[in-house]
């Protein structure tokens, strides 16, 4: 399943903009014009959790991940300083850090994806059914 932070076309160019940061905010000293971008993504369940758990930049706490607010603004940040490869590495990372309690960063990756559930609405995809075992017919063979 995949999730749309945006429901505006793929990309869309507002107005030049003067004296505002990268994300838009007012910056009185800032000088140069910037041209307001948006683009569409879609992120998997596990791109989200490794956005959120494994960008260096991430430090969020327990009590962060408490904050939609704060949640989707560190997500938009981790966005847009990453590339489509270190997504995919983020999301690789998050979901070994998931599917195997032992590991390392379990505890704290769990944390972030119970966030992403709360805050995105969606969960990781379930693994297909393991096809129906027939015991009596094993027991015949």
Do not use: C, W
């Amino acid at each position: 399943m995949h999730a749309s932070l945006t429901t505006q076309p793929s990309l869309t160019v507002d107005a030049v903009e003067e004296n505002v940061s990268l994300f838009g905010e007012t910056e009185p000293g800032q000088d140069e014009a910037r041209l307001s971008v948006r683009v569409s993504l879609s992120l998997r369940f596990y791109d989200l959790v490794g956005l959120l758990a494994f960008h260096p930049a991430m430090m969020l706490t327990a009590s962060d991940l408490q904050h939609s607010d704060e949640l989707a603004e560190a997500l938009r940040y981790a966005i847009i300083s990453s590339d489509a490869l270190q997504i995919e590495e983020y999301s690789e990372l998050a979901r070994a850090a998931l599917s195997h309690p032992r590991r390392s960063f379990h505890a704290y990756t769990k944390l972030v994806a119970e966030a992403v559930t709360r805050t995105f609405g969606f969960t990781a995809p379930q693994p297909p059914a393991a096809p129906a075992v027939n015991t009596l017919r094993l027991v015949a063979a």
